[in-house]
């Protein structure tokens, strides 16, 4: 298995954190697309926007295998997906 990506020693705990955020990133934009209130909408797309910049920021970070990597890849793609639904610019 060759790592792809990232700074070596980041491990699991940076490929749980990823998995975490983006998943986290994903329900909130569900939530959001949902939403009947303007005020819960705008809330959880900002959240899911944070998680989704965050995960960005630390993928450079972590090294992962290349199964790994397909998979935060496809994560990211489909949270990217969901906030342009949302109407965020990316």
């Known amino acids: 298995m060759k790592k792809v990506s990232g700074m070596p020693g980041a491990g699991e705990t940076g490929v749980e954190f990823l998995r975490t955020e983006l998943r986290t990133g994903l329900t909130?934009?569900?939530?959001a697309r949902e939403a009947q209130s303007r005020n819960k909408i705008d809330r959880n797309r900002a959240n899911a926007r944070?998680?989704?910049d965050t995960a960005l920021h630390f993928?450079?970070?972590?090294?992962l295998m290349e199964e790994e990597a397909e998979e935060i890849r496809g994560m990211i793609t489909r949270l990217k997906l969901a906030l342009r639904e949302l109407g965020e610019e990316l």
């Open 28 to 31: 909130m934009a569900k939530i």
């Open 50 to 52: 944070k998680a989704y």
């Open 59 to 63: 993928l450079a970070k972590t090294s």
